[in-house]
């Protein structure tokens, strides 16, 4: 199968490495008479990376494994949609690139209508299990929460409040995300797969950023250290975003905006989650 990869960052790299490595033909940023476009770029580039290959892109199917809200707070399916007519599939899970590399037994989900079965038989191998759904925006919306609520979980986890509180919020981010992607029209069974809580206990990217603010280090000596930004920390803000435009209550996520971008106080953290 000829597959592009959009996005060459830790993980459209090791997506790249790992479909080459099952005998698929893979070329990076080259859309021309490609069977099936990958795309792994931040959230916040998906719509821009594919419309840069508008003119090249026909009836290749879509796959993004991108997760997140545009910055405007829109679903990635609803934008893309509005400018593409083709079969769009969603590929989540709780894949970290170092593992899928190793050759580390994995697993996701991929939504999407009636083309994923074919998808599924294209990337699936002895170490990639893919499971499948029809719950698109489900998905979308776990994925995209999911980068967001592991800041959270992972400041908690830093501060050393224990087990039992790192427990409290970890429950409490998973009815937060369930809430809101049944709203968005996500079903409630979801986000408790492969790409809602199975990402979630992941130790990412994301989860280490919010562990090292946890212990009280300033955002910018973290990232410094990091190879790239982890996208939760873009999302945060498209995220709230999201449920301003729609009118969603999302006391998690607006706690942690305070705590990100207007310096709130991480000790105060406790007295707060009580009441979310």
């Known amino acids: 199968m000829k597959i592009t990869i959009l996005g060459q960052g830790v993980f459209g790299s090791s997506m ?75 590929l989540s899970g709780p894949t970290l690139a170092d593992e899928l590399n190793k050759e580390i037994f994995s697993g996701m989900v991929l939504a999407g209508g009636g083309g994923k079965e074919e998808i599924k038989k294209e990337i699936e191998s002895e170490n990639l299990y893919i499971e499948t759904s029809d719950d698109i925006i489900g998905v979308e919306v776990s994925s995209a929460l999911k980068n967001v609520f592991t800041i959270f979980i992972g400041i908690v986890q830093g501060m050393e409040c224990g087990q039992n509180t790192n427990a409290f919020v970890f429950s409490k981010a998973i009815g937060e995300m369930k809430n809101v992607g049944v709203v968005l029209g996500g079903r409630s069974e979801t986000f408790l797969g492969l790409a809602g809580v199975g990402d979630l206990f992941l130790i990412s990217r994301n989860r280490l950023l919010g562990i090292e603010i946890g212990k009280g280090r300033k955002i910018d000596d973290v990232l410094k250290e990091m190879k790239s930004t982890p996208g939760g920390l873009f999302d945060i803000k498209n995220v709230k975003a999201m449920a301003q435009r729609l009118d969603i209550q999302i006391p998690f996520v607006e706690l942690l905006y305070k705590m990100i971008f207007e310096n709130y106080p991480i000790n105060k953290v406790k007295e707060v989650i009580k009441k979310c």
Do not use: P
């Open 16 to 90: 790249a490495s790992y479909l080459t490595h099952i005998g698929h033909s893979v070329r990076l940023d080259e859309v021309k008479d490609s069977e099936a476009i990958f795309v792994c770029t931040s959230s916040n580039i998906v719509l821009s990376s594919l419309l840069k290959f508008k003119n090249e892109i026909s009836n290749q199917k879509i796959i993004i494994c991108s997760k997140g809200f545009t910055e405007d707070g829109k679903l990635l399916s609803e934008v893309l949609r509005e400018n593409f007519k083709n079969e769009l599939f969603f």
